[in-house]
């Protein structure tokens, strides 16, 4: 077996402002710490279970932040700044499954602890519906027959993870309390649930449906700044419907995500003159 982990850190347990996510600062060290303790815990308890191959995509951020030398030796570990496939980088149909780690809210989610879609200047909708990195990440794992074996993270993403996800096990590491604050789980017991699901959820993988839409898919974005509009109104395929809205149907999932992690480049880009 072989599983493919994508953790990211507004989803940890803890973490509740935007100074513990990166800086010098000693609650980013903190909560860099409590992120490596989770991703090892899900790591050790699928080596337990008898993954023979465990792949971590250190997902935040400029890629640099997991303590590599913290995890189990067998474990593959995918890092670094710009990918353009970025969250499913190496991820092919030989996976056994999907674990979405630490996870976040969509961007303008109410209650959701620091929600974003890779920024929040912009959201994202697949046939009217909005998604955020955790859909698109588990829709391209699924068009490759990988199930979503497992997600953590604050309580209304787990919520929002759950519309698409019914039979993807879930841990929750803290309960909102605004964009800013959260009633937190301890961190041991969250790394306690952690390997207790990851488990779960390998034993039940036969049961888990991949997440899955057939045929071209139409994405519709939205910026929160309509100044932003002429960064978008050049890229080819992308249609303006709106002064801040656009358009792209995509032939697949993964020219979907291409897109929208464009986009999302694109508008948190610092342009000099």
Known sequence: MKLYIVADMEGIAGVVAETQTGGNSS???AARLQYTREIRAVCE?????????VYVNDFHGNGLTVQTEMLPREVMVIRGGFRPTSGFDLLDSTFT??????????????????????????????????????????????EMKVPTLLISGDSKSVEQA???MPSTHTVITKYSIGSDGALCVHPDRVCEQLRDE????????????????????????????VSLSPRLEWIPGVKKTGDATFEFTGANMKS???LVYG???????????
Request: charged share 15%; net charge negative; glycine share 12%.
């Open 97 to 142: 499954g999907l674990v979405l780690l630490g996870i976040h809210a969509r961007t303008g989610t109410y209650g959701g602890v620091l929600p974003h879609t890779y920024s929040n200047k912009v959201s994202f909708e697949i046939f009217g519906q909005p998604v955020g990195e955790f859909d698109i990440l588990a829709l391209v794992a699924g």
């Open 45 to 53: 308890s699928a080596i337990s279970a008898g993954v023979e191959e």
């Open 198 to 225: 990851t488990r779960r959820a390998l034993k039940n993988v036969a049961s888990i449906e991949p997440s899955q839409i057939s045929g071209p898919t139409q994405l519709t974005i939205k910026l929160h700044d």
């Open 162 to 164: 759950g519309t698409n």
């Open 27 to 29: 609650y980013f060290e």
């Open 256 to 258: 979907i995500a291409n």
């Open 263 to 273: 986009v999302a480049t694109l508008v948190e880009a610092k342009f000099t003159g």
